[in-house]
């Protein structure tokens, strides 16, 4: 039976500082990383108050990155020309001192959105990402039953 208490090891649980992020094969440190995925369902309707069923849905998921001046044009370059148009893995490891990984990975993320805001300040330069992500599996566990990919 799985192990549903509070996760931690010895009173520690992940922090920001417990999350590792691989982009395209490398390391990269970042200054946040979000994402999101959903899959809502079609209603089917009848000439009924209520609903007569529903579909599987459409699953959708996107996310952002936070990444140091430094580190965008570091990933820029290795993804090179055109790199608004590839498609390239995300992984993030989260781990507790001493505790098992946990890995959720990014299928096929693209660079859809970059915004540079920078302004007078003692803040390391950063820029936003938004990316367009076909797929997340957390924890190796598949978003929808029978994946094609």
């Not at 979000?34 to 079609?42: A, K, L, Q, V």
Request: net charge negative; with cysteine; charged share 20%.
């Amino acid at each position: 039976m799985a192990d549903t208490s509070f996760p931690n090891v010895n009173g520690i649980t992940c922090d920001f500082a417990s999350v590792r992020a691989n982009i395209d094969g490398e390391n990269y440190f970042l200054g946040s990383i979000n994402y999101s995925h959903e899959c809502t369902p079609g209603e089917v309707e009848g000439n009924d108050a209520m609903l007569l069923g529903t579909t599987t849905g459409r699953y959708k998921a996107n996310g952002s990155v936070e990444v140091y001046k430094a580190t965008a044009n570091a990933i820029r370059a290795k993804l090179g020309d055109g790199y608004l148009t590839k498609r390239f893995p995300i992984t993030v490891n989260y781990q507790p001192p001493g505790g098992a990984v946990m890995t959720d990975v990014l299928e096929y993320a693209r660079i859809v959105k970059e915004d540079d805001s920078h302004s007078k300040g003692t803040d390391a330069l950063v820029e936003k990402w938004d990316l367009h992500i076909m797929k997340i599996v957390k924890n190796g566990v598949q978003p929808l039953p029978n994946p094609l990919y």
